[in-house]
């Protein structure tokens, strides 16, 4: 279906909608100054419930603060995040409804937060929703929901929006001496550059030291069932991603460092660590957040030490 992708403008200056072949849906992609415009005068008038995606129009070109994405619902004029026109980072909206008039306010909530869980693990853009969307169960209507949701990545592919598109530069690989080179095999993003926040990859497998503290956070790591230790090996694998700070004096990670771990443009996580080492603030766009947004798995074993 989506081989007969269409991109065509609306007659509305700044709006072009995105349709394809046998798929009940279709996105408009409206800049800044038409979104604020429809929010203000047209959103009301929607037949059906919709969901926005605001986000800076070019990625490669962005600044590191305009590197944010949000979502949101829109029905009857309201919407679930503040005001669009203080978030600074966004140039262009996406906003997603169904041909027909089946899309509903709980169906909505439910492609918000399978949106916000695709940008997530795109690592391309930082998501910039305060909380994660709980979403609710489609019902009867989930059929809907599902096929609804099946093209949406190839359709936005195909008109050229990145928006989920898998960010390579954002998997870090961990690449150390031969010591423990025959054992590792793990992958990792940032969750958070300048809380020195990572997230290991379930399934990632990390050689450690039998240094008294090392084992004591290996020890909680396997007591917090987010992994299994074999110690003839000295390996802990993952069997989740967790969440993990760098702390001490030398910013270990596991006994790592992370200067260990690279992407493929041999760019480690200390040079990122480097590079936020004087912005202790969350910046503009995620203004309001003490702190970064915390999933279930998050694991911190620095406090069992």
Not at 68 to 90: N, Q
Not at 234 to 251: E, Y
């Amino acid at each position: 279906m989506t081989k007969y992708v269409r991109v065509e403008a609306t007659g509305q200056e700044g709006v072009r909608e995105i349709t394809a072949a046998g798929w009940d849906g279709k996105v408009l992609r409206m800049t800044r100054e038409a979104y604020l415009k429809w929010r203000k005068t047209g959103a009301e008038k929607l037949a059906t419930a919709c969901v926005y995606v605001l986000l800076a129009d070019d990625f490669v070109k962005a600044t590191t603060s305009q590197r944010f994405l949000c979502v949101g619902r829109v029905r009857g004029g309201s919407a679930t995040e503040g005001s669009e026109k203080d978030k600074p980072f966004w140039s262009v909206a996406l906003v997603f409804t169904s041909a027909g008039q089946w899309m509903t306010a709980a169906q909505a909530r439910v492609i918000e937060a399978t949106f916000i869980d695709w940008a997530r693990e795109a690592s391309r853009y930082e998501v910039a929703n305060s909380l994660t969307v709980d979403a609710p169960s489609a019902g009867e209507h989930e059929p809907l929901v599902q096929a609804f949701l099946a093209p949406v990545r190839a359709v936005l592919d195909f008109a050229g929006i990145d928006a989920f598109e898998f960010n390579k530069e954002a998997l870090y690989v961990l690449s150390r001496g031969p010591k423990f080179g025959r054992i590792d095999k793990a992958t990792a993003k940032i969750a958070w550059a300048a809380g020195k926040t990572i997230e290991i990859c379930a399934d990632s497998r990390v050689g450690v030291n039998q240094l008294p503290e090392t084992l004591e956070k290996v020890a909680a790591l396997v007591d917090a069932g987010v992994a299994t230790f074999d110690r003839v090996a000295g390996a802990v694998t993952f069997t989740r991603a967790t969440k993990m700070t760098a702390g001490g004096v030398f910013d270990t990670i596991l006994g790592t460092f992370p200067k260990d771990w690279v992407n493929c443009s041999r760019r480690s996580i200390r040079d990122v660590f480097d590079e936020q080492k004087a912005q202790r603030c969350p910046p503009a766009a995620m203004a309001g957040r003490a702190e970064p947004v915390v999933q279930e798995e998050e694991f911190q074993p620095s406090t069992a030490t």
